[in-house]
């Protein structure tokens, strides 16, 4: 049975914080787990130099962090594995075992031009290791490192056919009223369709959590929906504050990034141990792949069918004389503030994301915590600027990220609810079914 956790989260549009422009803080760790903070920000990074897409990124990370939670789990075994079954050689260093995992993963996964980079770093790694603990150094390193790379090529070879890689043909949604076709200025079939077939690292399938039936036309949540996204999200004389028009480009950015970027400094700013920190990073993206894989599996499913309103409102806005529904005022000359995604309105992904990051980070810590996060901005494959963002809660980013898609105009609130729901419902799901302790008293 799936569980009925569909209740409505977002109070309001909220007004964040004022806007710093400090660069990343990276703090030092206790019980060695400066190597996964490391490599978590080394991924991190590699995301931001390859202008990975934000739907891609959440099955990378669930890649690469199965595989730095696998190899050092075969060594600790404190928790039941993810993928790996298998023990290490007796003696293997924990801390080479995670490099080596992550490093693996990385090469095999980002391009060619990201090599020289991970191979420096791993060099840098290793060598920064030593041997006064008793663990690192000789045989120890050299059965980690093999350790390490026997576990990543696992890995990827248990998702080398997940789907992802799979050719598709072509959704372009339809025409009928309400349903979802493609947008300006592009006007492409839908983007990332894989995502919806991709087979889920935790979940037993990608329609567990499929969420309800979107609202209709005539309904007043409808109603509600359209005129709040018609006066927020304009491009030009929108009713948001200086602080909204901001935030819409700044939590556009990828959200792999941002929730990696917060969930490291929380774990070090707490100083948690190398188990808990290489368990904390695997939650947070295993939740999030398989929140993107519900969230594009929903985002087809309901968008195929004619008679349900997946259409957005850089459509519905211009068309609403044909809706139906008398409390709707088209406007043909509206445009939204960001260039609307190309694929169906519902239900929404990046809401979808930070529900599912921020309740694995809710899990773990009080909702008070400092951390900045940094979106890049690339326009034609040139870095224009970047941004930062102090904050001090995870609710408070977990709402901007959420209320920013309306405020873009690229979604309704009752949709961003759904999608914030969701990830929360996928995450839930995560944190009490994956890697779960050996020991009760854990």
């Given at each position: 049975m799936k569980p009925q956790y569909w209740i409505r989260l977002l109070g309001g549009i909220a007004v964040?914080?004022?806007?710093?422009?400090?660069?990343?803080?990276?703090?030092?760790?206790?019980?060695?787990?400066?190597q996964v903070l490391e490599w978590n920000r080394i991924f991190i990074d590699t995301l931001i130099a390859t202008n990975t897409a934000n739907s891609s990124s959440p099955r990378l990370g669930a890649i690469v962090h199965t595989a730095m939670f696998d190899a050092y789990n075969g060594i600790e075994r404190r928790y039941k594995p993810i993928s790996v079954q298998n023990s290490a050689p007796r003696g293997a260093?924990?801390?080479?075992?995670?490099?080596?995992?992550?490093?693996?993963?990385?090469?095999?996964?980002?391009?060619?031009?990201?090599?020289?980079?991970?191979?420096?770093?791993?060099?840098?790694?290793?060598?920064?290791?030593?041997?006064?603990?008793?663990?690192?150094?000789?045989?120890?390193?050299?059965?980690?490192?093999?350790?390490?790379?026997?576990?990543?090529?696992?890995?990827?070879?248990?998702?080398?056919?997940?789907?992802?890689?799979?050719?598709?043909?072509?959704?372009?949604?339809?025409?009928?009223?309400?349903?979802?076709?493609?947008?300006?200025?592009?006007?492409?079939?839908?983007?990332?369709?894989?995502l919806a077939f991709t087979l889920p690292f935790v979940l037993p399938d990608r329609f567990v959590f499929l969420p309800p039936t979107p609202r209709?036309?005539?309904?007043?949540?409808?109603?509600?929906?359209?005129?709040?996204?018609?006066?927020?999200?304009?491009?030009?004389?929108?009713?948001?504050?200086d602080d909204q028009t901001w935030l819409a480009p700044f939590w556009e950015?990828?959200?792999?990034?941002?929730?990696?970027?917060?969930?490291?400094?929380?774990?070090?700013?707490?100083?948690?141990?190398?188990?808990?920190?290489?368990?904390?990073?695997?939650?947070?993206?295993?939740?999030?792949?398989?929140?993107?894989?519900?969230?594009w599996n929903a985002k087809r499913h309901f968008g195929a069918i004619e008679t349900v309103v997946t259409w957005r409102p850089v459509t519905s806005i211009p068309l609403a004389d044909f809706d139906g529904n008398p409390d709707t005022i088209a406007d043909p000359d509206w445009t939204p503030l960001m260039t609307t995604?190309?694929?169906?309105?519902?239900?929404?992904?990046?809401?979808?994301?930070?529900?599912?990051?921020?309740?694995?980070?809710?899990?773990?810590?009080?909702?008070?915590?400092t951390f900045t996060l940094t979106t890049t901005i690339v326009i034609a494959g040139v870095v224009t600027d970047v941004l930062s963002r102090d904050y001090t809660s995870i609710s408070q980013a977990r709402s901007d990220g959420n209320n920013a898609r309306v405020w873009g105009g690229m979604h309704y609130p009752s949709t961003v609810v759904v999608g914030n729901q969701l990830g929360e419902n996928v995450a839930n799901y995560i944190i009490q079914n994956a890697m779960q302790p050996l020991n009760v008293d854990q």
């Open positions: 964040a914080a004022a806007v710093s422009m400090t660069s990343v803080p990276v703090y030092a760790a206790s019980d060695g787990a400066e260093s924990r801390r080479a075992a995670v490099i080596a995992a992550a490093y693996t993963t990385l090469r095999a996964l980002f391009p060619l031009s990201q090599a020289a980079h991970l191979e420096a770093s791993y060099a840098a790694s290793l060598a920064a290791l030593t041997d006064d603990d008793g663990e690192d150094g000789g045989l120890a390193l050299e059965r980690g490192i093999a350790w390490g790379v026997q576990v990543a090529n696992a890995v990827l070879a248990w998702r080398a056919n997940d789907g992802f890689g799979l050719t598709y043909p072509p959704f372009r949604g339809g025409t009928a009223v309400g349903q979802w076709r493609p947008t300006p200025p592009a006007f492409g079939a839908m983007s990332a369709q894989s209709g036309l005539l309904t007043q949540t409808y109603t509600d929906d359209f005129n709040a996204v018609k006066a927020l999200g304009r491009a030009t004389g929108s009713t948001r504050t950015g990828n959200a792999s990034v941002h929730w990696n970027q917060a969930a490291n400094q929380i774990a070090s700013a707490n100083n948690l141990s190398m188990s808990k920190t290489v368990r904390l990073l695997a939650l947070l993206n295993l939740a999030m792949a398989d929140t993107i894989f519900t969230t995604p190309s694929h169906p309105e519902y239900p929404s992904g990046h809401p979808s994301l930070n529900g599912a990051a921020a309740t694995v980070l809710l899990s773990c810590f009080d909702d008070a915590q």
